[in-house]
């Protein structure tokens, strides 16, 4: 049996289009590919939210690809955009030694993604840091709730770029000696 490649960026490529990988994804998933970029030799995928957890159980399940680590879900507020935030996932795969980037957006009057808790459970507390930094939703989470501030704390969410500097409400009546 032949051992499959892993999908390692050609020797002189600049466009993410052209990546091996950019290319199976678009053909699977043409509907929901945007498109994608090359960084540094970094791969990633830009994705219409509907259609990243499909996208997410094709990247584990599929034997050629077998990403099987979710290194990092993170986001980003572009706070003058229609699609405010940015959902960024980060998986790689221990056996192939690849990994990829996918991106997508969501607005914030409709501020919620599919979990992919339920195909890496490693997933779990990446996405509750996003909802609880960021106040991205995720839907089928096993346990949305807080994870690094109080589950009472009512002040917003601190990575948002609309969140002020020096906090808000009791900090500003702290009594501090000088």
């Keep these: 049996m032949r051992k ?3 999908f390692k960026v050609p020797r002189g490529m600049k466009n993410g289009a052209d990546h091996p ?12 590919y945007i498109g994608a970029t090359l960084f540094r030799d970094d791969l990633s995928i ?10 997410c ?9 077998d990403f099987d680590y979710p290194i990092h879900i993170s986001s980003v507020d572009f706070p003058n955009e229609a699609e405010r935030f940015e959902v960024v996932y980060e998986f790689y ?10 991106k997508t957006r969501v607005p914030e009057d409709d ?6 808790t339920p195909l890496w459970a490693g997933a779990n507390y990446l996405e509750r840091e996003v909802y609880d930094m960021m106040g991205i ?6 346990e949305m709730k807080r994870i690094l501030l ?3 704390y009512d002040e917003g969410y601190p990575l948002r770029k609309n969140f002020p500097i020096q906090g808000r409400g009791w900090r500003d009546t702290f009594d501090f000696p000088h």
């Design 137 to 142: 939703r995720f839907n089928n989470h096993p």
């Design 93 to 102: 795969s221990i056996r192939k030694k690849h990994q990829i980037r996918l």
């Design 57 to 65: 159980r094709f990247l584990k399940e599929d034997p050629a690809l």
């Design 46 to 55: 830009h994705l219409k939210r509907e259609g990243l957890f499909s996208i």
């Design 21 to 32: 990988l950019a290319q199976k994804i678009q053909a699977e998933f043409a509907d929901f």
């Design 4 to 6: 499959a490649k892993p």
């Design 111 to 116: 501020c919620v993604i599919d979990s992919v």
């Design 150 to 152: 109080p589950d009472e």
